[in-house]
């Protein structure tokens, strides 16, 4: 992507979920969608290629799930209805998302219609690839330990076409996506990968656990 210069600020990409060019237009093609349309609550990850997705879910009057940064601060709540009048642009952005919305507990989490994430590569199957660090899928995994979220409920990505790979690596734990949407296209990916029921704990280091407090939470409701 930076070879190609599709990549976009911030650059460089690597190490992140990459910014690219046509992202305002995935994500009106997203947002145009019936799944998006009829969603009440979207989760979505706080990175910039998707703040437009944030935005428009704003301006639509949904209220919009974000995790903090690394999940340091668990989640967010922007709900339209309390924000000022014509803040939805800056609420969308990373900044704007702690200014304007509530972070919120475990058992204040709401029900999600609709999850969005961000992608490294994806690939038509529905495997995805994020930064690495497993933040997406323990994100989804709360939510299912909380069934805020179940099989029925839609995972979607916007992606450059570049990011689709033929294959992508995939583990028990990832959180394949149900439709890849990019500049050029709208790809369901019939996906067979079983979207994960909950926390994979033995794979969680006691180092992340330390870091993430609403882990910690979620471990002690688990042990009640």
């Given at each position: 992507?930076?070879?190609t210069?599709v ?10 979920i990459?910014n ?37 879910a ?26 000022p ?10 900044a704007?998302?702690f200014?304007?919305?509530k ?16 992608c ?14 497993g933040y ?8 299912r ?18 990011q ?16 890849i ?6 790809l369901?990916?019939g ?30 409701d688990?042990?009640?």
């Amino acid at each position: 992507m930076e070879e190609t210069n599709v990549a976009r600020f911030p650059r460089p990409v690597f190490g992140r979920i990459p910014n690219f060019v046509g992202a305002e237009t995935a994500a009106s093609k997203l947002t145009s969608l019936s799944q998006f349309q009829d969603a009440s609550v979207v989760k979505v990850n706080p990175d910039a290629p998707q703040r437009m997705i944030r935005y428009r879910a704003l301006s639509m009057g949904k209220v919009v799930l974000t995790p903090t940064p690394r999940l340091r601060g668990g989640f967010l709540l922007l709900d339209p209805s309390e924000l000022p009048s014509r803040s939805a642009l800056r609420a969308s952005s990373i900044a704007g998302s702690f200014q304007f919305g509530k972070r919120i507990s475990l058992h204040e989490l709401p029900e999600v219609d609709l999850v969005v994430v961000g992608c490294v590569a994806v690939s038509p199957n529905g495997a995805r690839l994020g930064k690495g660090e497993g933040y997406g899928e323990i994100e989804y995994a709360i939510l299912r330990e909380k069934n805020r979220v179940d099989d029925a409920v839609p995972v979607v990505t916007t992606v450059h076409d570049s990011q689709i790979l033929e294959v992508v690596p995939w583990e028990a734990h990832d959180v394949p996506v149900d439709l890849i949407i990019t500049p050029s296209k709208i790809l369901p990916t019939g996906t067979t990968l079983p979207k994960p029921n909950g926390i994979f704990w033995e794979r969680l280091s006691e180092e992340k656990l330390k870091e993430i407090p609403i882990l910690r939470e979620l471990r002690d409701d688990a042990s009640r």
